[in-house]
């Protein structure tokens, strides 16, 4: 990269976190990145990865607000040595609800209004610090466009049918009460990555992606354009995941507070972060915690493993289904790279359907590893794809700009 090479900034604000990565513009090129953990606290931490390889540059102190975190990691970039401010082309920001919109923006007065009035109420947790990370970029970065990248935008695709609750339909139109579904640019990295290694047109294409983190969420995917997603009003929708709960009666959940007289806060925290994983086993939300105890004969643990794996068999089936067929399935994030056991679990008996494990490549799949886990012999294929959403939104922006 030449020293005046243009460089797109991209930024992930949680409540108390700020993750960061620069691309360099038009290539794949990761530069740099870190993270900024408990803004808001006397004893944040700052970890910047450091331009000239492996250095860590690991320090603590206060950080007040999101604005002094994006200054903290401006000084970082821009010290001696680093880049310089002209550099900057775009700020790509990772925003979790876009209500309406089906594609990137950029940012303007209309967009932050919008952002503002509708998509603070249907994302409450993290739309406001995502605006934040917007407003400190635009303050710190005076005339570098802000371009806005929605978790939901790839999920505008789903017709109506598969969007709308089955509910009195005046919730539809007075509280925007459907299926947004999230992950989006996740399950759109993927599908772009399959296609490659499917060595076919996307458009071309059927997938079912399988984005397996600390929250999970599946997607149908025809042709590059997603047509169902698990998630659905908010987050808590679809498979089981760490602390979500996923699919759930709701006459249980009205039955369970009534039963004790909980308040709609009470029951938010546990459906969000005393169920799943940690719910069913009383152990943990991290999958590894539980394979071990599962291992060690913790019945609980078990049953919470094959109640994860089982949920997840059931999309990938109904998904094919609503695609009739078809060429890949994806496993991605934390626990879809990383755990053969689950992959293992969930695609065990399905030959009649097309799909066969290679268990030797699925063993060796880990770490950040890519490639194909079906055996030479399935139609289906199945890959184990790295997801890289700064990535994709680091792409996304620079179209844009
Ligand atoms: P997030 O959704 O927070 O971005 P990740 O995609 O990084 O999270 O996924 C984190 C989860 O991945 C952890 O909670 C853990 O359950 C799971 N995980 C990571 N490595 C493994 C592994 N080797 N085996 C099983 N699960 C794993």
Known sequence: MTANALINLILNCGSSSLKYKVFESGTENCLTSGIIERIGAPDAVITHNALNGNAVDRTSGEVKNHSAAISAVLARLLGKGGFKKRQIKTVGHRVVH???????????DEVKNY?????????????????EGIVAAEKNLPGVPNVAVFDTAF?????????????????????????YGFHGTSHQCVALRAAKMLKKPLSKTKLVTCHLGNGASLAAVRGGKCEDTSMGYTPLEGVMMGTRCGDVDPAAVLHIMMSE?????????????????????????DLRDIIKAAEDGNERAALAFTMYCYRIKKYIGSYITLLNGADAIVF???????SPAVRAEVLK??????????????????????????????????????????????RLADKMT
């Open 98 to 108: 876009g209500g309406k919109y089906s594609a990137p923006m950029v940012v303007d």
């Open 115 to 131: 952002l503002k009035e509708v998509t603070f109420e249907l994302a409450p947790l993290h739309n406001p610090f995502n605006f």
């Open 155 to 179: 999920h505008q695709t789903i017709p109506d049918f598969a969007y709308m609750y089955a509910l009195p339909y005046r919730y539809y139109t007075k509280y925007l009460v459907r299926k």
């Open 261 to 285: 007289e909980l308040s709609m806060h009470d029951m938010d925290t546990i459906l969000n972060k005393q169920s799943g994983l940690l719910g069913v086993s009383g152990i943990s939300n």
């Open 332 to 338: 991605t994030a934390g626990v879809g790279e990383n």
């Open 349 to 394: 008996n399905l030959e009649n359907i097309g799909i066969i494990t290679d268990p030797v490549l699925n063993r060796a799949m880990v770490s950040g590893r890519e490639g194909k886990i079906s055996a030479a012999s399935s139609p289906v294929k199945v890959f184990v794809i790295a997801t890289d959403e700064e990535l994709m939104i680091s």
